[in-house]
Protein backbone atom coordinates (compact mmCIF):
# COMPACT_ATOMS: atom_id res chain seq x y z
CA UNK A 1 0.00 0.00 0.00
CA UNK A 2 1.26 3.65 -0.32
CA UNK A 3 1.77 6.19 2.13
CA UNK A 4 -1.68 7.78 2.92
CA UNK A 5 -4.53 5.99 2.23
CA UNK A 6 -8.09 6.40 1.93
CA UNK A 7 -10.71 3.94 2.39
CA UNK A 8 -13.38 4.55 1.44
CA UNK A 9 -12.71 5.94 -2.27
CA UNK A 10 -16.22 7.16 -2.27
CA UNK A 11 -19.20 7.41 0.54
CA UNK A 12 -22.68 8.50 0.22
CA UNK A 13 -25.03 9.41 3.29
CA UNK A 14 -28.03 11.51 3.81
CA UNK A 15 -27.82 14.79 5.61
CA UNK A 16 -27.59 14.58 9.56
CA UNK A 17 -26.17 11.37 9.74
CA UNK A 18 -22.21 10.80 10.10
CA UNK A 19 -19.16 10.30 7.63
CA UNK A 20 -16.28 8.50 8.54
CA UNK A 21 -13.06 8.40 6.55
CA UNK A 22 -10.26 6.42 7.39
CA UNK A 23 -6.54 6.85 6.11
CA UNK A 24 -3.62 4.49 6.48
CA UNK A 25 0.02 4.83 6.23
CA UNK A 26 3.51 3.20 6.06
CA UNK A 27 6.16 5.04 7.52
CA UNK A 28 6.19 6.85 10.65
CA UNK A 29 5.33 10.92 10.78
CA UNK A 30 5.82 13.94 12.20
CA UNK A 31 1.99 14.88 11.66
CA UNK A 32 -1.16 14.24 9.56
CA UNK A 33 -3.37 16.97 8.14
CA UNK A 34 -6.94 16.85 6.71
CA UNK A 35 -7.93 18.80 3.95
CA UNK A 36 -10.98 19.14 1.77
CA UNK A 37 -11.07 19.77 -1.69
CA UNK A 38 -14.16 20.75 -3.86
CA UNK A 39 -14.51 20.25 -7.26
CA UNK A 40 -12.01 21.54 -9.10
CA UNK A 41 -11.28 23.94 -6.59
CA UNK A 42 -8.37 25.04 -3.57
CA UNK A 43 -7.28 22.70 -1.00
CA UNK A 44 -8.81 23.47 2.40
CA UNK A 45 -7.20 22.68 5.68
CA UNK A 46 -9.26 20.97 8.18
CA UNK A 47 -7.50 19.60 10.79
CA UNK A 48 -3.28 18.86 12.02
CA UNK A 49 -2.95 15.96 14.56
CA UNK A 50 0.67 15.26 15.53
CA UNK A 51 2.10 12.11 15.73
CA UNK A 52 2.11 12.14 19.64
CA UNK A 53 -1.79 13.37 19.68
CA UNK A 54 -4.71 10.53 19.52
CA UNK A 55 -7.63 12.78 19.06
CA UNK A 56 -7.95 16.23 17.86
CA UNK A 57 -11.86 18.39 18.30
CA UNK A 58 -12.61 21.17 15.74
CA UNK A 59 -16.23 21.60 15.57
CA UNK A 60 -17.79 19.05 13.72
CA UNK A 61 -15.01 17.22 12.75
CA UNK A 62 -13.04 14.60 15.30
CA UNK A 63 -9.78 13.12 14.22
CA UNK A 64 -8.57 10.71 15.75
CA UNK A 65 -4.75 9.16 15.29
CA UNK A 66 -3.42 5.70 16.27
CA UNK A 67 0.55 5.31 15.46
CA UNK A 68 0.63 1.45 16.26
CA UNK A 69 -1.54 0.90 13.38
CA UNK A 70 -0.49 3.85 11.12
CA UNK A 71 -3.85 4.85 10.91
CA UNK A 72 -5.85 7.92 10.98
CA UNK A 73 -9.90 8.62 10.78
CA UNK A 74 -11.63 11.45 10.05
CA UNK A 75 -14.96 11.81 11.21
CA UNK A 76 -17.79 14.59 10.33
CA UNK A 77 -20.52 14.44 12.55
CA UNK A 78 -24.42 15.72 11.66
CA UNK A 79 -23.20 16.04 7.98
CA UNK A 80 -24.62 18.76 5.79
CA UNK A 81 -24.66 18.74 1.89
CA UNK A 82 -22.30 21.83 2.19
CA UNK A 83 -19.74 18.87 2.98
CA UNK A 84 -19.94 17.17 -0.09
CA UNK A 85 -16.40 16.91 -1.56
CA UNK A 86 -13.03 15.18 -1.18
CA UNK A 87 -11.66 14.75 1.50
CA UNK A 88 -7.30 13.91 1.85
CA UNK A 89 -5.44 12.53 4.42
CA UNK A 90 -1.73 13.80 4.06
CA UNK A 91 1.31 13.12 5.99
CA UNK A 92 4.15 14.79 6.80
CA UNK A 93 7.02 12.49 7.26
CA UNK A 94 9.33 11.98 10.67
CA UNK A 95 12.25 14.29 9.60
CA UNK A 96 11.61 14.78 6.37
CA UNK A 97 10.73 18.32 6.29
CA UNK A 98 7.56 19.70 5.39
CA UNK A 99 7.18 17.82 2.16
CA UNK A 100 3.43 16.28 2.37
CA UNK A 101 2.44 12.95 1.24
CA UNK A 102 -1.30 13.23 -0.03
CA UNK A 103 -3.21 9.93 -0.02
CA UNK A 104 -5.89 9.36 -3.40
CA UNK A 105 -8.92 10.50 -1.23
CA UNK A 106 -12.85 10.31 -0.18
CA UNK A 107 -15.28 11.57 -2.36
CA UNK A 108 -18.25 12.18 -0.05
CA UNK A 109 -22.01 12.68 -1.32
CA UNK A 110 -24.01 14.40 1.32
CA UNK A 111 -27.58 14.08 -0.15
CA UNK A 112 -30.18 16.41 1.24
CA UNK B 1 -7.66 36.26 7.41
CA UNK B 2 -4.38 35.98 5.64
CA UNK B 3 -4.53 33.74 2.46
CA UNK B 4 -2.26 32.58 -0.28
CA UNK B 5 -2.92 33.79 -3.73
CA UNK B 6 -1.87 32.28 -7.07
CA UNK B 7 -2.39 33.77 -10.57
CA UNK B 8 -3.13 33.24 -13.11
CA UNK B 9 -6.09 30.84 -11.80
CA UNK B 10 -5.79 29.60 -15.68
CA UNK B 11 -3.07 29.34 -18.03
CA UNK B 12 -3.03 27.98 -21.34
CA UNK B 13 -0.33 27.48 -23.65
CA UNK B 14 1.37 25.89 -26.41
CA UNK B 15 3.39 22.66 -26.16
CA UNK B 16 7.14 23.86 -26.10
CA UNK B 17 6.35 27.34 -24.64
CA UNK B 18 7.70 28.80 -21.04
CA UNK B 19 5.22 29.28 -18.80
CA UNK B 20 5.96 31.16 -14.99
CA UNK B 21 3.35 30.39 -12.57
CA UNK B 22 2.67 33.36 -9.39
CA UNK B 23 2.09 32.88 -5.82
CA UNK B 24 2.24 35.30 -2.78
CA UNK B 25 2.30 33.42 0.20
CA UNK B 26 1.03 34.71 3.42
CA UNK B 27 3.46 37.14 4.65
CA UNK B 28 5.51 36.08 8.11
CA UNK B 29 5.91 32.60 6.40
CA UNK B 30 9.13 31.14 6.00
CA UNK B 31 8.33 27.57 4.00
CA UNK B 32 7.18 27.59 0.22
CA UNK B 33 5.98 24.56 -1.52
CA UNK B 34 4.59 23.68 -4.66
CA UNK B 35 2.40 20.59 -5.88
CA UNK B 36 0.58 19.81 -8.93
CA UNK B 37 -2.29 17.33 -8.94
CA UNK B 38 -3.30 16.03 -12.43
CA UNK B 39 -7.64 15.71 -13.14
CA UNK B 40 -8.52 12.60 -11.33
CA UNK B 41 -5.10 11.83 -9.63
CA UNK B 42 -3.82 12.81 -6.39
CA UNK B 43 -1.96 15.80 -5.34
CA UNK B 44 1.77 15.29 -5.72
CA UNK B 45 4.64 17.24 -4.13
CA UNK B 46 6.85 18.91 -6.46
CA UNK B 47 9.70 21.43 -4.25
CA UNK B 48 9.99 22.77 -0.92
CA UNK B 49 11.82 26.09 -0.78
CA UNK B 50 13.31 27.57 2.10
CA UNK B 51 15.69 30.42 3.14
CA UNK B 52 16.25 31.26 -0.72
CA UNK B 53 16.63 28.04 -1.80
CA UNK B 54 15.38 24.42 -2.54
CA UNK B 55 15.05 22.73 0.53
CA UNK B 56 14.21 18.79 -1.14
CA UNK B 57 12.84 18.15 -4.75
CA UNK B 58 10.85 15.75 -6.29
CA UNK B 59 11.17 13.36 -9.44
CA UNK B 60 8.83 14.91 -10.87
CA UNK B 61 10.76 18.08 -10.35
CA UNK B 62 13.68 17.72 -12.99
CA UNK B 63 15.62 20.29 -15.35
CA UNK B 64 12.39 21.74 -16.66
CA UNK B 65 11.29 23.41 -13.17
CA UNK B 66 12.72 25.71 -11.57
CA UNK B 67 11.56 27.89 -8.85
CA UNK B 68 12.52 31.69 -7.18
CA UNK B 69 11.57 34.08 -4.78
CA UNK B 70 12.37 37.05 -6.69
CA UNK B 71 11.23 40.10 -3.98
CA UNK B 72 10.10 39.70 -0.07
CA UNK B 73 6.62 38.39 -1.51
CA UNK B 74 6.29 36.34 -4.63
CA UNK B 75 7.17 33.05 -5.22
CA UNK B 76 7.61 31.96 -8.78
CA UNK B 77 7.45 28.45 -10.35
CA UNK B 78 8.73 28.06 -14.21
CA UNK B 79 8.46 25.29 -16.38
CA UNK B 80 10.78 25.96 -19.40
CA UNK B 81 9.21 24.10 -22.06
CA UNK B 82 5.95 22.60 -21.36
CA UNK B 83 5.16 19.53 -22.53
CA UNK B 84 1.10 17.77 -22.84
CA UNK B 85 1.68 15.87 -19.49
CA UNK B 86 2.29 19.49 -17.48
CA UNK B 87 -1.43 19.97 -18.40
CA UNK B 88 -2.94 19.60 -14.15
CA UNK B 89 -3.28 21.71 -11.19
CA UNK B 90 -0.68 23.74 -9.52
CA UNK B 91 -0.73 24.58 -5.80
CA UNK B 92 1.47 27.11 -3.78
CA UNK B 93 1.26 26.49 -0.43
CA UNK B 94 3.37 27.91 2.67
CA UNK B 95 3.54 27.55 6.84
CA UNK B 96 5.46 29.56 9.17
CA UNK B 97 7.93 28.62 11.57
CA UNK B 98 8.33 25.11 11.44
CA UNK B 99 7.94 23.29 8.29
CA UNK B 100 6.19 20.07 10.08
CA UNK B 101 3.51 22.70 11.30
CA UNK B 102 -0.14 23.58 8.67
CA UNK B 103 0.27 24.15 5.24
CA UNK B 104 -1.49 26.81 4.05
CA UNK B 105 -2.74 26.06 -0.02
CA UNK B 106 -3.26 28.75 -2.29
CA UNK B 107 -6.63 28.34 -4.87
CA UNK B 108 -4.22 26.42 -7.58
CA UNK B 109 -3.18 27.63 -11.43
CA UNK B 110 -4.90 25.16 -14.04
CA UNK B 111 -2.56 24.55 -16.37
CA UNK B 112 -3.47 23.61 -19.96
CA UNK B 113 -1.05 22.39 -22.49
CA UNK B 114 -2.13 22.16 -25.91
Known amino acids: SQQGEEDPQALSIQEGENATMNCSYK?????LQWYRQNSGRGLVHLILIRSNEREKHSGRLRVTLDTSKKSSSLLITASRAADTASYFCATALYNQGGKLIFGQGTELSVKP | EPEVTQTPSHQVTQMGQEVILRCVPI?????FYWYRQILGQKVEFLVSFYNNEISEKSEIFDDQFSVERPDGSNFTLKIRSTKLEDSAMYFCASNSLRATDTQYFGPGTRLTVL
Open chain 2, 27 to 31: SNHLY
Open chain 1, 27 to 31: TSINN
